[in-house]
């Protein structure tokens, strides 16, 4: 069974996108209305795709109801919402946490499993489809690489294999995860880049890249990230830049209205 595993926190103020906040002169409400976007994105992404089985692991697990509130926001029909079951993240650690999702992934009947992050609204559900599609054919890893030597998708055939220690501890997760791949002399694809929005620099990609392409969504065989780019409007996201080198550019907010 395709099973595709989303890892989300329960949109509550103060508590998401903390570097980005910290990075930019957004306040936290605003911040916490631009996750709520992407966590729409995010989900209508895996909507989108041939998963059977999407399981949202949140946290914390005292929250799921304002999961719970995105989903069913959703314009989706019942047998696309029905796909998702939600559970709360378990284990101590970041690492423990990733294992954990992946073996209960087996266990629940998962054989093809997808594993990406709530950040990443760019993310096109042809990209998940090459991961499954890999899979299908070998029993290997996938890796979607982002910045900074991270990765935006991990894909891995059920059971799994390795156990992820070190691989969010040091060095970086790309590297880290291909060097298990080779290991255990395991079939690798790595698919094409894409964006982690943590900081102002990765923002202001994200907003400049929506902004270049959002005549896309008339295209039915491309997906466009349209709660995020309503957001953004909605906030009044501009990008200003100090002096002509490529550097000095800043994301400055106008003004905000009701949330998503």
């Known amino acids: ?25 957004m306040t936290d409400e605003q911040v916490l209305m631009l996750y709520e976007a992407f966590l729409y994105d995010t989900f209508t992404i ?30 989706l029909h019942d047998y696309s919402k029905n796909r998702f079951m939600l559970a709360p993240q378990h284990g101590e650690t970041f690492t423990d946490k990733i294992r954990y999702s992946f ?4 266990d629940l009947g998962g054989d093809e499993i997808v594993m990406i992050g709530s950040d ?7 990209v998940v489809e090459m991961a499954f599609d ?22 891995l055939r059920g059971p799994v294999l390795i156990s992820f220690d070190g691989v969010f501890t040091c060095g970086t997760e790309l590297e880290n995860l291909a060097l298990l791949a080779k290991e255990k ?15 102002e620099a990765d923002l202001i990609t994200l907003v ?20 995020t780019a309503l957001m953004i409007e909605e906030l009044g996201i501009t990008i200003e830049r100090s002096g002509s080198g490529s550097r000095g550019k800043s994301i400055t907010v106008q003004q905000y209205h009701a949330g998503v």
């Open 1 to 25: 069974m395709k099973t595709l595993i989303i890892f989300a926190k329960a949109p509550l103020i103060g508590t998401v996108k903390t570097r980005l906040a910290a990075d930019t002169s």
């Open 46 to 75: 895996a909507a989108l795709t041939t998963a059977e089985m999407i399981l949202v692991r949140f946290t914390p697990k005292s929250e799921e109801k304002h999961i719970r509130r995105i989903i069913n926001k959703l314009n």
């Open 103 to 106: 073996n209960n992934a087996t």
């Open 120 to 126: 990443s609204p760019l993310l096109k559900p042809s």
């Open 134 to 155: 890999f899979l299908c054919a070998n029993s290997g890893m996938s890796l979607g690489p982002s910045g900074e030597g991270g990765v935006y998708l991990i894909g």
């Open 185 to 199: 002399n395991l079939p690798l694809q790595v698919l094409p880049e894409n964006l982690d929005v943590d900081l």
């Open 208 to 227: 400049s890249i929506i902004r270049a392409t959002n005549y896309s969504y008339n295209f039915p065989e491309l997906f466009f990230p349209t709660k």
